[in-house]
Every structure is written in C-alpha cells, then in structure tokens.
C-alpha cells in the first residue's frame, strides 16, 4: 500500500435510509431545475419490474462493491484511499428515480481519500456555471464529463462517473475542520447555473480536517444531468457550501 498507510475497509451490516433529517431548507424545485425522466442503463432493470428482478441486481451490485480495490480505484482517480465503508440502505430516492420498489436495500460507498492537486484540478466553465446562479450571469447549459469547480466554502467539489458508478467528492482546502455531508441531485442538463434539484443520492454526515478529501459513490442507473453540493453544519441546521453539475 503506497504511502505506509493502512486502510480500514468497513462493510457496515444495518439497513438506514439515506433521506436524512439534517435540517436542511430546500427551496422547491422549478421545472428548469428538475431532471427530466430517464431510462434506465442496460443491465439496470426496467422501472417496474418485479421485486425479484431489482433485489438480483442489488445484490451483484453489491458484491462488485465489496470485491473491488479501493486503493486502486483511488489512485486511478489521483488519490490515497485511507478509509471506506461499504453500507448497506433503503435509500428511497434513489429508489424512485430508477423505479425500483421503495424497500429495495441498495449499497453506498463512502471513501476518506488524500487527492492531489491535480486530482481536483478546478475546471473554469465547471466554477463559472457553479456561480452563475448567484452572480446572475446565465449559463443555459451544463457541461458534460468530470468536472470540479470551487466553492463558496473553501473547498473543491469534483463529480464524475468511471466503471459504471457516479462519484461525488469535496476536497477542504480550509483550516481547522468542519462537519457537513454531500449530497447529489438529478438535474435538467439544460439547467442555469449549478442548482439544486431532485435527490439522488445523501451521504452520512462527516467531519473533514484540512486537506480531507471525502467520496460519496452509488452505481450509476442513468444519464442525465447531475448537481453535487456540500451541505456544511451550522448552528441551527446546514448552509449550501456550493457544487458543481454535469452532465454524465
């Protein structure tokens, strides 16, 4: 293992459901904002398909989680895996977006990496939509691709999708620590700026110190537009540290 460190791998054994009661105020959802309805990849199981079908898939899903090599995934990506945690859920958005029954339990990763710079090399038309939507400046489409883009919070956010998962990341380039989580939405890819949208996917809440770099990652189900933004911990509820969006 690069580095001397030693990764703790955790496959964590309870069902929790990922919608989180974190105190979040989310403004609704206008029509340029929500992801447009998509189909299913080949090899996801069509919206509607017996239970059988989806709790198959689920489980293959699963088992590719806990037999890759996240310190190979990371480095790929530009990083050193320190940690990751492989957890089982009933994450009902998730669910919803892809029309598997409401109860399916699914996996999430969830990685403590060291990124290089260049891992979260910041992308200017990625920051530039990210800002739009406060700078007033328009933006009518997202970018396509891996993107990263500042935040408002000092930090880099990084979206991307590789070997059939999305992968979402927020590197803290502050000092001190802070506690928060990530979350990923689906987005309209004729989208203005960065916004929020539906919820795809939420990750646990985490402290980062100074040059964390945290990963959430769930298998990737369809294309589309996707928003990725870092909900810091404040003292009554969470504020939007900013994001990034692509299409993927």
């Known amino acids: 293992m690069s580095r001397g460190r030693t990764v703790r791998k955790t496959i964590a054994a309870g069902l929790g459901v990922a919608v989180l009661a974190l105190g979040v105020s989310l403004t ?6 929500a992801a447009t309805t998509a189909e299913n990849l080949p090899g996801v199981p069509a919206p509607g398909s017996p239970a059988s079908e989806w709790e198959a898939w689920a489980a293959q899903e699963r088992a590719a989680a806990e037999s890759t090599d996240w310190e190979a995934d990371s480095a790929a ?3 050193t895996l320190d940690d990751v945690t492989i957890s089982v859920e009933v994450d009902r958005d998730y669910n ?3 029309g598997a029954p409401a109860d399916l339990a699914t996996h999430r990763v969830d990685l403590l990496e060291d990124c290089d710079d260049a891992a979260t090399a910041v992308d200017d038309v990625a920051t530039a939509a990210s800002r739009s939507t406060t700078s007033g400046a328009s933006t009518m489409a997202l970018p396509s691709g891996d993107r990263c883009a500042s935040t408002s919070g000092p930090g880099t ?3 991307s999708k590789s070997s ?10 502050g000092s001190g620590s802070v506690t928060g989580f990530l ?15 539906t919820t795809w996917l939420t990750g646990p809440s985490s402290r980062w110190d100074s040059g964390d ?8 189900t369809s294309a589309g537009g996707y928003s990725a933004h870092m909900w810091k911990k404040v003292t ?3 504020t939007d540290w900013g994001g990034v969006c692509s299409v993927l």
């Open 236 to 238: 009554i509820g969470h």
């Open 77 to 79: 990506r530009g990083c």
């Open 183 to 197: 979350r990923i939405y689906r987005v309209s890819s004729g989208a203005s700026g960065c916004p929020t949208g």
């Open 28 to 33: 609704a959802v206008g029509p340029s904002q």
């Open 213 to 220: 770099t945290r990963t959430i990652s769930k298998t990737r």
């Open 164 to 173: 059939g998962r999305i992968y979402a990341s927020w590197k803290y380039r």
């Open 96 to 98: 919803l977006a892809m």
């Open 157 to 159: 956010m990084c979206l």
